[in-house]
C-alpha cells in the first residue's frame, strides 16, 4: 500500500524537469447541476462503509491494481469514499484523473501517464503514488450528470482487456445504484419535510418556478423566477399571477392554461416591458386538499432571437434562390421545346432530369418562404365563399399529370351539391395538392388514390385516401413537424423535404379546421381535414342522393333538379353512397350502379340506421327482382323506372314522387 502523503504533496507537487505544463480537467457543462446533485446526496466527507469497500477490493482484484477508488469530484477537490491501497481521502481537484473522466460517457483510460502530455508532470505522476496507468468509469446518476468515478491505478504501465473495462463499467453502474437506493428515499423524504432544503433544490434551477393558490395568487418563486420578471421576492409573493403575464384576461387565472401543456405567452417585467415567455401550469396534490399550482416558466427571448435570425437568413437565401431558379427552369424547358425531337437522347435525359431537379429546387425555395411567413403570422389568407366539390376537381386537375408520370389514378368518389366553405382557394389547393402528391408517391404502381367529401354535422370533411405501405404508428408525433420522414431513404427514394404536410397543418388550423389521418401497415393510409361549412339557404324541395358510376349521367341529371329546385349529392360507388347518408337526410335516392352494387346498396340502405326515413327510391327496372318488389319499412318506398331513362323523364318522376309524399303525409 502507498503511504499517506501530506495534504501539500497532494496539492501542490510539481515536477520541474516537466517540459509541458500539466493539463488541468475542464468543468462540465452541467456542473452546477453536478455539484448540486452531489451535495443533496450527503455522502461528501461520510465514515467509509463495508458495502463501498467491496466494490474497490472487486475492482483491484479484476483490473490486477494495487490501487482502487470511489471518487466523488467536488468543487474544488476530489474525494475518495472508498481507497485501496491508498491511504489519503482527498486531493485537489486540479491535479485529479477523475476531473478529466467525469468529463465523459464512458471509462476514460491512460495506459501510461509518461506518454500522455497532459499527465507528465502531474504531482500524482512524479511524486507519490508515482501514477502510470488510470482507468475511470464515471459514476452517471441519469440524465449526463457524473458525480465521480470508479478507478483503478497502477504504478506501472498497463493495457486492460476488453474483459476487465467491462467488468469495471459493470461495477460503476452496481456503485450507482447502491449509491442512490437508500439515500434517494432518504433526499426525497428530506426535500418533502425541510422548505430550507427544497428551496436549496429550486434556487439551483434555471427556470422560474412559482406555486400559486385557489385564487391565483402567488405564495412563492424562487430566484429564477425573480430574476426572469425583475421583482424581489417579498415583492411577489401575495401578488396575482396574472400580473406577469401581458393580457392574459379579465380575471385572476383566466386566459391561463393550468392543464399542464405549454404555451407560449407573452411575460411583463417589474419594469414594464414585455418578454416572449414559455409557461407552464400544473395542478398540485396536497394531503389537506388544498387546491395549488406550479408554474414553470421560461424566459425565451434569445430563442426567439435566433430563431428570427435563422429565418430571415432562410427567407433571404430561398429569395435569392428562386429568381435564378425560375430561368434556369424556364431556359431548360425552352430548350427541351425547340429542339423537339432533334436532340439526342441521352443530351434529352440531361435536360429532363435537370428540369425536374429545378421543379424540385423550386418548390423546396417556395415551402421555406411559406414556412417562414407562417412563423412570423405573416401569410397572407383571402377568404372567400368555395364550392367544396368544385375545390376537389380543381384539385384533381392540377395533380393528374404528376399522378400519370407515376402510374396512379385519381379518383373523385362523390360530389355534394350547394356545399361550399369560407376559405382561401389558392391555400386549399396547396393543402390538397401537397397531401394528393405524397399520397402519389407513396403508392404502388397501378395504384389508385381516392378523394371523398363528406358532410359531418356543420362542418364538411374531405378524405384522401392512398393504396401505400402505411405509417408506422411509432411515427405519429413526429408526422406533422418540419423535415420530417417516417424513413429517412425515402428523401432520396421519394423526393421531398418533409415540409408539407407542416404547412398544410398550419394552413387547415388557420382556416379554423384539423388534419389527421388513419393508417394500417400495408394497407394504406387515409389523411383528411375538416373545414367549417359556409352558411346556405335551405333547398326549396329538399335534396336529392344520385348513385351514378358515370360522373357524365350525373351532371345532366344535377342541373335538371336544380331547375325545379332540387340540390343534389351524387355517390359513384355504394360505399360512399351509405356513409352520405349517415351524415345527410335526402329526400329521395336514384340509384342507377351496376346490378350487384345496387341490390347490396338498397338492402344496406334498408338495415342501416339513416337520417331520415322518410325517402323514397328510384332504381332502374334492369335490376328489378320480385321479392324487392315487396318491401316497404319505415315510410320507404321503391319506384323502378325505365334503364337509361333521360334526365327530364327522371326529374319529373322525382317531382311526382315528392308531390304525392306531399298529399299523402297531408291525408
Known amino acids: ?51 463501498f469497500d467491496r466494490i474497490t477490493r472487486l475492482a483491484q482484484h479484476i ?32 491535479i485529479s484523473f477523475c476531473g478529466h473522466a467525469i468529463l465523459g460517457s464512458d471509462i476514460f483510460c491512460v495506459a501510461d501517464t509518461h506518454e500522455d502530455q497532459r499527465f507528465l508532470d502531474n504531482p500524482l505522476v512524479t511524486g507519490n503514488p508515482h501514477i502510470r496507468f488510470y482507468a475511470g468509469a464515471p459514476l452517471d446518476i441519469g440524465g449526463g450528470v457524473r458525480l465521480g468515478t470508479l478507478c483503478a491505478i ?115 417585467r417589474r419594469d414594464g416591458s414585455a418578454f416572449p415567455l414559455e409557461l407552464s401550469i400544473r395542478e398540485m396534490s396536497l394531503q389537506e386538499g388544498r387546491a395549488m399550482w406550479v408554474a414553470v416558466a421560461r424566459d425565451i427571448s434569445e430563442r426567439k432571437r435566433m430563431e428570427n435570425v435563422k429565418n430571415e437568413f432562410i427567407s433571404t437565401v ?58 412570423s403570422g405573416h401569410l397572407a389568407f383571402d377568404f372567400d365563399k368555395i364550392d367544396i366539390s368544385e375545390l376537389v376537381q380543381q384539385s384533381v386537375k392540377c395533380n393528374e399529370g404528376y399522378a400519370n408520370q407515376n402510374g396512379i389514378a385519381l379518383r373523385v368518389l362523390n360530389t355534394l351539391g350547394g356545399a361550399h366553405i369560407l376559405g382561401d382557394q389558392n391555400r386549399l389547393l396547396q393543402v390538397l395538392s401537397n397531401i394528393l402528391s405524397n399520397a402519389v408517391k407513396f403508392s404502388p404502381r397501378q395504384g389508385v388514390v381516392e378523394i371523398s367529401v363528406l358532410p359531418i354535422q356543420d362542418r364538411y370533411r374531405i378524405k384522401i385516401h392512398d393504396e401505400g405501405r402505411g405509417i408506422p404508428e411509432s411515427f405519429r408525433g413526429e408526422i406533422f413537424k418540419r423535415f420530417s420522414q417516417a ?28 388534419l389527421d389521418y388513419e393508417s394500417t401497415m400495408g394497407a394504406g393510409t387515409t389523411f383528411f381535414f375538416d373545414l367549417a361549412a359556409a352558411p346556405a339557404p335551405q333547398p326549396a324541395i329538399g335534396k336529392a342522393l344520385i348513385c351514378e358510376s358515370h360522373a357524365g349521367d350525373f351532371d345532366a341529371l344535377r342541373a335538371a333538379l336544380a331547375e325545379i329546385g332540387m340540390e343534389s349529392d351524387c355517390a ?52 328489378e327482382q320480385t321479392y324487392l318488389k315487396s318491401i316497404r319499412k319505415d315510410g320507404l318506398r321503391i319506384h323502378w323506372l325505365p334503364g337509361h331513362a333521360a334526365a327530364p323523364q327522371l326529374t319529373q318522376a322525382i317531382l311526382s314522387i315528392l308531390q304525392n309524399q306531399t298529399q299523402s303525409r297531408r291525408a
Open 154 to 268: 497502477d504504478r506501472v504501465p498497463r493495457q486492460p482487456s476488453p474483459e476487465q473495462l467491462s467488468a469495471l463499467r459493470d461495477l460503476a453502474a452496481l456503485t450507482v445504484d447502491m449509491m442512490l437506493m437508500q439515500p434517494a428515499v432518504d433526499l426525497i423524504r428530506q426535500l418533502h419535510d425541510s422548505d430550507a432544503r427544497l428551496r436549496a433544490v429550486l434556487d439551483t434551477a434555471a427556470d422560474g418556478i412559482i406555486t400559486i393558490d385557489a385564487d391565483g395568487g402567488m405564495e412563492s418563486a424562487n430566484l429564477a423566477a425573480c430574476r426572469i420578471f425583475g421583482y424581489e421576492m417579498e415583492e411577489i409573493v401575495g401578488q396575482p399571477i396574472h400580473g406577469l403575464i401581458a393580457s392574459p384576461g379579465p380575471g385572476p387565472t383566466e386566459g391561463l392554461q393550468f392543464d399542464d401543456k405549454t404555451t407560449e405567452v407573452t411575460g411583463r
Open 63 to 94: 483490473m490486477q491494481v494495487p490501487i482502487a477508488l470511489v471518487s466523488f469530484v467536488d468543487a474544488g477537490r476530489q474525494w475518495f469514499k472508498s481507497h485501496q491501497g491508498l491511504d489519503a481521502r482527498q486531493t485537489g481537484r486540479d
Open 487 to 514: 424513413d429517412k431513404s425515402d428523401t432520396r427514394e421519394k423526393g421531398g423535404a418533409g415540409l408539407g404536410l407542416n404547412i398544410s397543418k398550419a394552413i387547415i388550423e388557420r382556416h379554423h379546421g384539423a
Open 572 to 623: 359513384y360507388r355504394g360505399d360512399i353512397a351509405l356513409e352520405l347518408l349517415r351524415h345527410q337526410p335526402y329526400q329521395a335516392i336514384l340509384i342507377d350502379l351496376p346490378q350487384a352494387e345496387s341490390q347490396a346498396l338498397l338492402e344496406n340502405i334498408i338495415d342501416a340506421p339513416l337520417k331520415s326515413r322518410a325517402i323514397s327510391i328510384l332504381m332502374s327496372d334492369h335490376i
Open 1 to 51: 500500500m502507498f503511504a499517506a502523503q501530506p495534504e501539500s504533496i497532494l496539492h501542490g507537487m510539481t515536477d520541474k524537469n516537466a517540459g509541458t505544463p500539466m493539463q488541468t480537467p475542464d468543468q462540465p457543462s452541467n456542473e452546477d447541476k453536478r455539484i448540486a446533485a452531489l451535495h443533496a446526496l450527503n455522502i461528501l466527507d461520510t465514515p467509509p462503509e463495508e458495502r
Open 318 to 375: 430561398s429569395h435569392e434562390l428562386r429568381t435564378p431558379l425560375t430561368s434556369i427552369h424556364g431556359g431548360l424547358n425552352l430548350a427541351l421545346g425547340m429542339a423537339g425531337d432533334g436532340l439526342p437522347p441521352k443530351m434529352r435525359q440531361l435536360l429532363e432530369i435537370a428540369s425536374r431537379n429545378c421543379d424540385r429546387l423550386i418548390l423546396l425555395a417556395n415551402d421555406i418562404l411559406d414556412l417562414g411567413k407562417i412563423e
